[in-house]
């Protein structure tokens, strides 16, 4: 069931998103060679706590034999998402997609983004601005009476004309009470298809964008999801709140 939020829910998912955008804006400035996801990790944590906030990711999902056992998911290069914060240093000419949620109040936020490790190739550069650029067309879909793949369709078009492959086994969410909610929102698909978008609904959208092949696949960790063919990925995600006129983005600071 897809839930229209008003009121004192916007409320909170609105302050939970923006505890999200104050982390990620905190993480972009500590992205350095040399540096560890774990590091990265625990700022984030110390960050989310001092705000009132709880990482909504550690512990997900409640009861499973394999829970998430990190506040961020630190996806490095070939690491699409749910790349698990470890020991390992990044390196100049690295990209890391850094994803994280929150929950305070009982509501959720959520968003990612892909970040540059120094000095990186022009074809990482590219592939970052065309997935973020296709998220912000996405957005921009999230109107009132649009449906669900109007979304989906703005995303695929712009990535694939610009010679990239959008993840498929993977997707966006609703958001709300829940970490996720419905609808399912793909990356990819044909306009005027999937459920109808109405004014309350809260949406996560997050492109995730490969060099090469759409194939994924997920290491023995259970977690990690890599491209099949070991090239670059990137990741950017939204939260935001679908209004008649525009849609409204929650994760910014």
């Known amino acids: 069931m897809i839930i229209i939020k008003t009121g004192l829910a916007i409320d909170y998912i609105r302050e939970s998103s923006r505890i999200v955008a104050e982390t990620l804006a905190m993480l972009k400035l500590k992205v350095t060679a040399g540096v560890t996801t774990e590091e990265l990790d625990k700022m984030a944590e110390d960050y989310i706590l001092s705000r009132g906030g709880y990482p909504a990711f550690k512990g997900y999902p409640q009861g499973s034999d394999n829970p998430y056992p990190a506040t961020l998911c630190c996806s490095v290069n070939e690491e699409v998402v749910h790349g698990i914060p470890g020991d390992r240093k990044l390196l100049e000419g690295d990209i890391i997609s850094i994803d994280v949620g929150v929950v305070k109040n009982n509501y959720f936020g959520d968003g990612a983004t892909t970040i540059a490790v120094g000095e990186i190739s022009e074809e990482k550069k590219r592939l970052m601005k065309v997935t973020e650029e296709s998220l912000y067309l996405g957005i921009a879909q999230a109107l009132d009476n649009n ?107």
Not at 152 to 163: D, I, L, P, R, Y
Not at 191 to 196: A, I
Not at 211 to 230: A, E
Request: net charge positive; glycine share 10%; aromatic share 4%.
């Open 147 to 253: 449906r669900v793949q109007d979304i989906s369709a703005a995303v695929q078009e712009h990535v694939e004309k610009n010679g990239f492959s959008i993840v498929r086994d993977l997707c966006g969410h609703g958001v709300g009470k829940k970490l996720h909610e419905a609808p399912s929102i793909p990356n990819f698909g044909r306009k005027g298809n999937g459920p109808k978008l109405k004014t309350g609904m809260t949406l996560a959208i997050e492109p995730m964008v490969n060099t090469g092949v759409y194939q994924v696949k997920t290491k023995r960790d259970g977690w990690t999801v890599v491209t099949r063919d070991g090239l670059a990925s990137a990741h950017f995600e939204h939260t935001i709140l679908v209004n008649e006129n525009k849609p409204e983005i929650l994760t910014v600071c």
